[in-house]
């Protein structure tokens, strides 16, 4: 193996070693509370009219959980990566229980 080749397989070594880590690292502690996770995925549609609104609804909390599990027509599911199960419920009682929003 040449001295190149080397450096490139340790180079790639590394970078493997470390990615999966910062994937498991963002997943866990991602998000602070369920506001943060509104304000950082479903606000970015919910927020501006793509999709309708849901704050002040009072939408069931399992409905809400499964939208956002399989997804609907044009909004797309989010997975336990994205949201773990805790902060999903979490969320969805947020919004069921949320008041209208100002605008
Ligand atoms: C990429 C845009 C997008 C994102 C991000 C998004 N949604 Fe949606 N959502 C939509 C659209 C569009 C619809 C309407 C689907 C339809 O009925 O055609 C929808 C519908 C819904 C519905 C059903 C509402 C109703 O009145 O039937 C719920 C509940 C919902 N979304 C929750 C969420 C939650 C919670 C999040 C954040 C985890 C989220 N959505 C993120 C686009 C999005």
Known sequence: M???KRM???AGTAFCAV??????????GQWANPTHV???ICGNCHEIGVG???KGRKLEVDFIQQTVR???KAM????VTDVDDPMLVKLAEFLSTSERASK
Not at 76 to 79: D, E, L, N, S, V
Request: aromatic share 6%; glycine share 6%.
């Open 52 to 54: 309708p609104r849901l």
């Open 38 to 40: 509104y304000t950082k």
């Open 2 to 4: 040449t001295k190149l």
């Open 76 to 79: 797309p599911a989010f997975r």
């Open 19 to 28: 990615a999966p880590g910062q994937v498991h690292a963002q997943a866990a």
């Open 8 to 10: 490139a397989v340790l």
């Open 70 to 72: 399989r997804g609907l």
